[in-house]
């Protein structure tokens, strides 16, 4: 009697993650956003990010053409965010409270820049679309100024602030953030806690603003 052979069955090959097609994409912009954590903006590549992600290179050549596309895609989700966090800012604020309001949408942009340094860093880092390759980024950007540039105008026009073009003031405000935002993150000005870094951007907003009326 032939003596019985065991059969052992191969373990299943292990699948590689599959993704829709949007998912695929959100999922690099994120995984490129922790490699900039890591080793900044200029070293990660577009295969790193295939990588951490788990799928062959060619998948993400297929979403982005190159390493610039995926920066900005990730500073595209980074302009959408800021925008959504700084209009959900003014929830509970009078229209008829100028200086409240650009109080919360300076401090929204503070806020986030401190919260998502890797992002911010590309946002506001180099240009990316010199070119007009990217037409859809600048809509992106847009969107954040323009809530702090149409509140200058409200402004202006009740007679909250003296007379003067509301995008010179919105370009003052936003520089007060973005620079302090920055120096913060560079460590240029030390705070114990985020509590304290936003109280005392809030009490600098406070002083600009005053000095429009």
């Known amino acids: 009697m032939a003596a019985a052979r065991s059969v052992r069955r191969a373990a299943p090959a292990a ?8 998912d695929l994409r959100r999922a690099l912009t ?22 951490k ?15 610039r596309a995926l920066l900005v895609a990730v500073a595209e989700d980074g302009f959408v965010t800021l925008a959504d966090r700084m209009q959900r800012a003014l929830a509970g604020v009078a229209p008829d409270l100028p200086e409240a309001r650009l109080q919360r949408l300076s401090g ?3 806020r986030f820049a401190l919260a998502h340094p890797s992002q911010f860093q590309v946002m506001l880092g ?22 702090v540039r149409d509140e200058m105008a409200r402004a202006v026009a009740t007679g909250a602030f003296a007379p003067a073009d509301p995008r010179e003031l919105a370009v ?8 302090y935002a920055t120096l913060v993150l560079s460590r240029r000005i030390v ?6 870094a936003l109280d005392y951007f809030a009490a600098q907003a406070a002083r600009m603003l005053a000095g429009l009326r």
């Open 15 to 22: 699948r590689k993650p599959t993704y829709h097609h949007g």
């Open 30 to 51: 994120q995984a490129a956003i922790a490699l900039i954590a890591e080793s900044g903006p200029e070293a990660f590549t577009l295969r790193e990010a295939a990588r």
């Open 53 to 67: 992600v788990g799928v062959d290179h060619a998948a993400a050549y297929r979403h982005f053409a190159d390493k």
């Open 108 to 110: 929204a942009y503070v």
């Open 126 to 147: 180099p240009r990316l679309n010199e070119d007009g390759r990217f037409p859809s980024l600048e809509a992106a950007i847009a969107q954040p100024f323009g809530l």
């Open 172 to 179: 003052g405000l936003w520089t007060l953030a973005h620079g």
């Open 191 to 196: 705070t114990r806690s985020q509590k304290k």
